[in-house]
């Protein structure tokens, strides 16, 4: 008997699934069929909504980078003096990223991927988008960086290098954090706002 379609909130299901695998194995390392193997379904059942891997490992690029910006962005151009809000926009970053660290670390490597050079044309399309949603989340830590400077919030920095040097660090978090068998969204949360403190330290001393 043939398998049935998936129901249409499948494909979230798939995408989790494929941001797991692609952690673990990298890009080249996976398969369709390690994907279905983390599922627990026939591969059929992935091609049902996906043409190939490349299709799907963009998918899950495409909602870390979705995720990253609906998270920062009511922060950014909220309420709030920049000082709170670039601590918010860190922690809350930090954060997601020990929550949803299998997305996070692979859209890490499909930026290295761009980089490299190593995609068809097709491919270079989007992660040309991707990379400018990556764009997008950074300038608003640079807007907020520089409300702070301008109003003497902060002291003087080049807003865009700081917000660089600012993603730069949040996103090496991909690298070294493992979660542990005893973390909690308490612990989460401390150690976000740990890290937060040290990352905006530089803003806040003595030039």
């Known amino acids: 008997m043939a398998e049935r379609p998936p129901a249409p909130d ?11 695998a692609f952690m673990v194995n990298g890009y080249a390392g996976s398969s369709i069929d390690m994907v279905a193997e983390e599922l627990g379904c026939t591969k059929g059942r ?14 899950v690029q495409k909602e870390a980078m979705r995720m990253n910006i609906a998270l920062v962005e009511p922060i950014a151009t909220g309420k709030g003096s920049p000082r709170k809000r670039l601590q918010e926009m ?8 020990m929550e949803q660290l299998p997305f996070q670390r692979v859209l890490v490597q499909g930026v290295e991927m761009h980089l490299e050079g190593s995609t068809t044309p097709s491919q270079r399309k989007v992660l040309d988008f991707l990379i400018a949603q990556r764009d997008r989340l950074e300038q608003l830590f640079v807007q907020v960086v520089k409300e702070g400077v301008r109003d003497g919030e902060f002291r003087k920095v080049d807003p865009r290098i700081f917000g660089k040097v600012l993603m730069g660090s949040i996103v090496w978090l991909t690298m070294w954090y493992k979660p542990r068998p005893d973390d909690t969204p308490a612990k989460r949360r401390k150690l976000a706002r740990e890290l937060a403190d040290y990352m905006l330290n530089g803003l806040t001393g003595k030039a």
């Not at 860190?90 to 990223?97: A, D, G, K, P």
Request: proline share 0%.
């Open 46 to 59: 992935i091609y049902y909504q996906f043409k190939g891997k490349a299709d799907l490992f963009f998918d």
């Open 10 to 20: 499948n494909r979230a299901e798939i995408i989790e699934a494929a941001a797991r």
């Open 90 to 97: 860190t922690e809350r970053q930090v954060q997601l990223i």
